[in-house]
């Protein structure tokens, strides 16, 4: 199971000190699995809505203490209680993966933000807390990392989203920019496009940008992770620039130059100039 596969999981790394690998393993099985399940395979609506109530109920099981649990979540209850892990954050992720069985458009940004709110920033929030770090500046930060995260992620995968018939960017948008969503890859829309797509970077920007303070405070290797995060993230949104939005004939990933540049401007990254 490789954890690139998940791009929602942001801390997993050589950074990440050893004693905290196998809880990051366990809440990483948790989340990819459940995921694959909204996701991959060709299970109907009912069965995949079905298997996610029985994570739910794996969760409650946890949190009473009760019935013998399937090994993933034997490990899960052993890192819940050894971190004194809240259960809050593994619910909003189950909610947004119904969601994603459910859901294929978002009319506002409030409604896409609320998603990812339960798809992203629960990632975040557990880190913190397997590091000893969730203050509530701290989370609020960490959440606004992990959204930007998830939406750059989003125009990033504009083209691969939309065969599978799903648009994440909002509705409202696509309308402001006059973007028919079904002429969305024509080049005749391509004008407007760019239009939209330099908006949509913009606001990303901004809040990663709103985040970012978090990963000039976190000391150590935590801090050094989260600034390549959030440099990666960046990072990316350059790319998309570069190509002059169109996502669709060629999707903007970092390559090993990328990487470098990562690397050196999180090193020498401050809360000033980032």
């Known amino acids: 199971m490789s954890v690139e596969h998940y791009e929602n999981f942001p801390v997993a790394s050589i950074l990440l ?37 029985e994570y739910e109920a794996a969760l409650v099981h946890i949190q009473l203490g009760q019935g013998k649990l399937d090994p993933m979540f034997e490990r899960l209850a052993g890192v819940i209680a050894a971190h004194r892990l809240p259960l809050k954050p593994f619910h909003d992720l189950l909610s947004a993966f119904r969601q994603d069985v459910t859901v294929t458009r978002y009319q506002t940004y409030d409604e896409l933000l609320d998603y990812c709110a339960r798809s992203a920033n629960p990632v975040g929030v557990l880190m913190l807390h397997l590091y000893d770090a969730a203050t509530d500046e701290n989370i609020a930060e960490s959440n606004a990392i ?42 005749d829309a391509r004008g407007k496009w760019r239009a939209l797509m330099r908006f949509e970077v913009q606001r990303a920007r901004a809040l990663m940008l709103r985040g970012a303070p978090l990963a000039t405070r976190l000391p150590g290797r ?12 960046l990072r990316i949104l350059e790319a998309i620039e570069e190509v002059d939005y169109d ?11 990328d990487w470098l540049k990562v690397f050196w401007r999180a090193l020498r990254m401050r809360s000033a100039s980032l």
Do not use: W
Request: overall charge neutral; aromatic content about 6%.
């Open 222 to 233: 935590i801090g050094l992770e989260l600034r390549m995060v959030v440099q990666g993230g």
């Open 247 to 257: 996502v669709f004939r060629r999707r903007p990933k970092l390559a090993r130059a």
């Open 17 to 53: 000190p050893r004693r905290l690998v196998p809880a990051v393993e366990a809440i990483y099985a948790f989340a990819r699995s459940a995921d694959d399940i909204a996701d991959e395979g060709d299970a109907t609506p009912k069965e995949r809505l079905a298997a996610l109530h």
């Open 146 to 187: 992990c959204s930007a995260l998830q939406l750059i992620n989003f125009l990033q995968d504009v083209a691969i989203d939309e065969a599978k018939e799903r648009i994440y960017i909002p509705m409202e948008d696509l309308a402001r920019f006059a973007v028919p969503p079904a002429q969305m890859h024509l080049p």
